[in-house]
């Protein structure tokens, strides 16, 4: 059993910033992809970043320049570093992994965590 766990989320004045880590812990094996997500009120889950093997790292356009997506691949662990937070990037954020099981890509999300930006 996988488990992807979120963690960092919290309330931060705009201008302020924010790491989030994704751990993921049970049978896994090195990560083939990895994203982060948010959901804010009454909007759809959208794309914030995503790292793809052979391919540029993609970002929205909301937040290139100001986010970073990042891996420590020893430790199964992908980070989104928030830097000059605006209101608008409020929102529950949700991790995304995907690795090869026995042939299969599986994919696997975490619960989320609350990111709050307001003054």
């Known amino acids: 059993q996988v488990q992807v766990v979120e963690s960092g989320g919290g309330s931060v004045q705009p201008g302020g910033s924010l790491r989030l880590s994704c751990a993921a812990s049970?049978?896994?094996?090195?990560?083939?992809?990895m994203g982060w997500y948010r959901q804010a009120p009454g909007k759809q889950r959208e794309l914030v970043a995503r790292m793809e093997p052979g391919r540029d790292i993609d970002y929205a356009d909301a937040v290139k320049g100001r986010f970073t997506i990042s891996r420590d691949g020893a430790k199964n662990v992908v980070y989104l570093q928030m830097n000059s937070l605006k209101p608008e990037d409020t929102a529950v954020y949700y991790c995304?992994?995907?690795?090869?099981?026995?042939?299969?890509?599986?994919?696997?999300w975490g619960q989320g965590t609350q990111v709050t930006v307001s003054s």
């Open positions: 995304n992994v995907r690795f090869y099981s026995r042939g299969s890509l599986g994919d696997y």
């Open positions: 049970g049978r896994i094996f090195p990560f083939n992809d």
